[in-house]
T-cell receptor
C-alpha cells in the first residue's frame, strides 16, 4: 500500500507565477489535509477536504490560495501570483476517518521556492 | 479553542541518557493526542497516539508518552537516547467532539549528543 504521494518534491517559481502542488492520498483514504511549514517553524493547518468538498479552510489565506479534491485524481493546492513569502514546505496528509479516531499520514512534502 | 504547547524549542541529551520532550494541551473535552517525528527534508512520521485507556502509551522506535489529565500534559519519553533520535518532534491534539482537524505544536528539536 503506497503512502501519501506528493509531487513535485521541489518547485521553483518566479514571483507572479502560479504554483500547483499535487497530493494523492493513501488508498482508501477519503480525507485530505494541507499544511504549510515555514523554515524553523511548526506546521500550520491550511485546509481540510473530502472528495469534492472543502470542509474547513480556516487556515488558508483568502487571496491567491485555493484547494480542491475532485472525485477523480489528486488533491491540488494552487497558489496564484506567488510571492517570496510563499516559500515554504507544503505537506499533505490523509486519513480514512471511517473508523475514528485515526491519525493522519503525511506525504514527503513539496518544497516551494519563490525567486 | 483547542491548542497545544511545546515549551522547549530545543532539548539536548547525551546518548544513553533518558529523554523527555514536553507537551501540554488545551481542549474542551477528552483529547486525542499524538506525537510525530520529522527528519531533515522529510515528511512527518507518526510515533504514537493516546485515545483512551492506559495513560502510558508505547510507540515506534522505543518511544512512549504519558497522558496526565490533571496536568493536561502528554510528554514524550525514551529510557535511553540514540544519536539517530535527533530530529524535530511535534505534539498534536484533536478535539473529537469538534472536527477532524489536528492542531500541531511548534515542534521541539531534539539533539542527542554522542
Amino acid at each position: 500500500n503506497a503512502g501519501v504521494m506528493q509531487n513535485p518534491r521541489h518547485l521553483v517559481r518566479r514571483r507572479g507565477q502560479e504554483a500547483r502542488l499535487r497530493c494523492s492520498p493513501m488508498k482508501g483514504h477519503s480525507h485530505v489535509y494541507w499544511y504549510r511549514q515555514l523554515p524553523e517553524e511548526g506546521l500550520k493547518f491550511m485546509v481540510y477536504l473530502q472528495k469534492e468538498n472543502i470542509i474547513d479552510e480556516s487556515g488558508m489565506p483568502k487571496e491567491r490560495f485555493s484547494a480542491e479534491f475532485p472525485k477523480e485524481g489528486p488533491s491540488i493546492l494552487r497558489i496564484q501570483q506567488v510571492v517570496r513569502g510563499d516559500s515554504a514546505a507544503y505537506f499533505c496528509a490523509s486519513s480514512p476517518v471511517e473508523l475514528r479516531p485515526y491519525e493522519q499520514y503525511f506525504g514527503p512534502g513539496t518544497r516551494l521556492t519563490v525567486t | 479553542a483547542q491548542s497545544v504547547a511545546q515549551p522547549e524549542d530545543q532539548v539536548n541529551v547525551a546518548e544513553g541518557n533518558p529523554l523527555t520532550v514536553k507537551c501540554t494541551y488545551s481542549v474542551s473535552g477528552n483529547p486525542y493526542l499524538f506525537w510525530y517525528v520529522q527528519y531533515p527534508n522529510r515528511g512527518l512520521q507518526f510515533l504514537l497516539k493516546y485515545i483512551t485507556g492506559d495513560n502510558l502509551v508505547k510507540g515506534s522506535y522505543g518511544f512512549e508518552a504519558e497522558f496526565n489529565k490533571s496536568q493536561t500534559s502528554f510528554h514524550l519519553k525514551k529510557p535511553s537516547a540514540l544519536v539517530s533520535d535527533s530530529a524535530l518532534y511535534f505534539c498534536a491534539v484533536r478535539d473529537p467532539y469538534r472536527d477532524d482537524k489536528i492542531i500541531f505544536g511548534k515542534g521541539t528539536r531534539l539533539h542527542i549528543l554522542p
